[in-house]
């Protein structure tokens, strides 16, 4: 048997590794949990659902087959539309349809990915589909947006775009100056397209130079025409970002302050940190509906760690005339929201998926709709929503398993039984070549 000074030892070693091992961890976003927060639920992109016509494509194996599916918007009429183990995101424009799915498992090489999806495009009712792009992509496709002009915005460890898309459609950056409590930050914003880009820039640092264009580092990607934020690059907090664009304003943060750009001339309308905020907070997501900006502020217990619980989160309504802002909730550790809407709030509750019906400026009502898989917090989950249905999966690496759909007005909960079959996975392995080195 080891001495107990052996044991302290071994120990304090190992913990020691964690806390070396931990910070170099990549990860897209600071927890387990991928929550999709639409403003518009019939938003035709998404995570793993998207609305179109009078028909929710979805991703699921609930007829004992992985991929795409769609059914009618009270949720009756299921059907296959396309199989791939493994679609990361879906988008769906003029008729057609196009996800980031899998292309091949590759045996880990040096730095290529074990892993790789590409982007896919099919017309909706075949089961048929091909690559949008005739060269070969070699690194995975973590997001995408096909805008309604048809440039491709990918993010495969970064934004990129196309050569043809920048010199046709490229509009000289704009460099904004944000002062945040004496610092010097710059906000670049250009636009391509219909597409707006907002990032943070640094003049000094060659990495936010994209094409020899200063599109800047960690962009967040705004369509003009529905006014949602469509694709991020975000590699971490601390950071400016870009969530909501209307007629008049951009709606921006930066760390704990809120931003709010005009939208013409990108100056500086705006600045303020809500009430209750300090530098330990971070401006996660914000969403507007009619004359309200719900702003979502959360808490980390560290944010150099890719893994870390959620300390506490707020949620602020803020009048977009006035621009005050009032406190609507103020969270626990136990506690999350994992959907805004005009009329509601959806929250993780100590275990349980509740519904919390707002009215007159605040909570009027709560409502439990599920209990919440109870390694949601431990494992990579994923939260999506399309017409009036919230969609939550299991992901894998590679794959994902739909555990809950749930319709978040009649409260009617539908469970998934069938388990992920990764016996489908085999066929999109590497095979041996039988040469030796």
Known sequence: MFKKSNRILISAFLVLFCLILLPSCSTRNMDTLSIDYKNDKSTNFGYTAAVYGDRIYYVTNELGKSGIYSMKLDGTDVRMEVENPNVTMLEITGGKLYFSGLEKIRKPSGDLPTNVNTLYCSALGSAKYGKTR??????????????????????????????????????????????????????????????????????????????????????????????????QVDNGQDMLK????????????????????????????????????????????????GNAVYIMADRWLDTSIAAQPLLNEKLYKMDTKTFKCTKLLDLGQNQRILGIDANYIILLDHGEIDKLVLKNGGIDQKQKLANAPRDINLNTYTIDYAGDWMFLHRTYSPGQELVYKINLQSGKVIQNSVKYDFSVLDSYREKDSGVTN
């Open 134 to 231: 005739d060269r070969e992509m070699n690194a995975n496709i973590g997001a995408f947006f096909v805008a309604q002009d048809g440039f491709q915005f990918i993010d495969s460890g970064g934004l990129s775009l196309d050569q043809d898309t920048v010199d046709s459609k490229y509009k000289k950056i704009t460099m904004i100056p944000l002062d945040y409590k004496g610092e010097s930050v710059y906000a670049g914003v250009c636009k391509i397209g219909g597409t707006q880009i907002i990032a943070f820039f640094d003049p000094d640092d060659p990495d936010t130079y994209l094409f020899n264009i200063s599109i800047g580092g960690d962009p967040f990607v705004l369509d003009t025409n529905t006014g949602e934020l469509v694709l």
């Open 242 to 289: 870009a969530f909501q664009i209307d007629d008049k304003y951009i709606y921006c943060s930066y760390n704990e302050m809120v931003v709010v750009l005009d939208k013409t001339t990108y100056s500086v309308k705006k600045k303020i940190i809500p009430e209750g905020l300090s530098s330990d907070y971070d401006i996660a997501h914000m969403t507007k509906y």
